[in-house]
């Protein structure tokens, strides 16, 4: 799945309306965690999921009363019995869902998604504030707030600027939270806003083409770097964040690493590989992956002890790259290392 705000950028430019629909609470076993949204388009269709059947059937019939009304809308949602058999639940849950229009033409509202969007392009972080009040109008420019990570303000800062510690106390978020839920009172809904972790594929062979969809629909942003125009090109790689061509021995003087980026080394030939290792041991990157056998990786491994890097580096190298499952084509060893790729992250994340 494309990021979501991408998506809400995608029809804002091309001025197509949506309602937002996101989880901003869950107890229980929740099909989906407080923040995930999906998108329902004035056709009915919808991008994305928060964990269907009901739920979502719900969010649908509620989305056409905010597209009439222009205004937001706050969705209580008990489920049980057959209304979980209906979702992906497992038992009993509930959940809270808030429901707002975007429409190119209510700016207050636009204004904010698309300055999201492009934080996350540079890979910029931030925290968005939102007022999780029914009947909101969309050009209410007070109701949501983004604040990048640069203390840069976008929305109606001064109408926020009552809230005990702000904006430090929202800045500090890790995860998703809702304030004052009493609903007699004004609720806040704060969500930390980070980049989906950042994936550079070198090399724009069979297992990269097979790889960069996989990882993508995984929730990474994917750039694949070839020295090949013919290989490394947008026909290949429909879809993908950036294709770049240029030298591999030059490639890290032109790529930003860092602590959520991760590198999988799938170029043509042992050299090309030892070069790309090489200089990707001297990043922050939370994971490198090198294709090959044991011998192949062995082999390198000796050139580079003899260079005087650490054992203890090298040990942290993924490889043979991917989960052991027995993968032998381009498609299976791609599957092997997406799964790879998301189990790393899962455990950054702890």
Request: proline share 5%; net charge neutral; hydrophobic share 40%.
């Amino acid at each position: 799945m494309h990021n979501i705000f991408f998506e809400i950028e995608r029809l804002l430019e091309t001025g197509q309306r949506a309602v937002v629909a996101t989880i901003i609470r869950q107890s229980g076993s929740a099909p989906r965690q407080t923040g995930t949204r999906c998108l329902v388009l004035e056709s009915g269709a919808i991008i994305g999921t928060i964990g269907g059947g009901r739920l979502e059937f719900d969010v649908i019939t509620k989305a056409g009363d905010v597209f009439r009304s222009g205004k937001s809308a706050r969705l209580q949602l008990r489920l049980a019995g057959q209304d979980v058999a209906q979702t992906e639940m497992i038992c009993g849950g509930s959940v809270d869902v808030f429901l707002e229009l975007v429409d190119r033409g209510q700016t207050a509202t636009a204004r904010v998604y698309t300055e999201i969007a492009a934080a996350l392009h540079k890979q910029h972080s931030g925290v968005l504030l939102i007022r999780v009040q029914d009947g909101l109008p969309a050009e209410d420019p007070s109701a949501r707030l983004f604040i990048g990570a640069d203390g840069t303000f976008h929305g109606d800062a001064d109408s926020w600027k009552e809230l005990p510690g702000f904006p430090r106390r929202f800045l500090e978020r890790k995860r998703p939270e809702l304030f004052d839920t009493d609903f007699t009172r004004p609720t806040i809904y704060a969500e930390p806003i980070q980049p989906d972790d950042l994936l550079y594929i070198f090399g724009a062979g069979h297992i990269s083409t097979c790889l960069a969809p996989l990882a993508q629909a995984a929730d990474f942003t994917v750039r694949v770097v070839d020295d090949r125009a013919e290989f490394a090109s947008q026909e290949r790689f429909p879809g993908i964040d950036a294709v770049l061509v240029m030298p591999f021995e030059r490639a890290f003087d032109r790529v930003m690493i860092t602590p959520r980026t991760y590198i999988v080394i799938v170029t043509r030939g042992h050299a090309f590989d030892l070069q790309i290792l090489r200089a990707a041991l001297g990043t922050p990157a939370v994971y490198i992956g090198m294709i090959g056998s044991r011998k192949k990786r062995d082999l390198i491994y000796a050139t580079l002890y003899k260079e005087g890097v650490a054992r203890d580096r090298l040990e942290e190298v993924h490889s043979p790259i991917g989960l052991p499952i027995g993968a032998q084509t381009p498609e299976q060893i791609a599957v092997s290392i997406t799964a790879e790729l998301i189990q790393v992250r899962s455990q950054n994340r702890q």
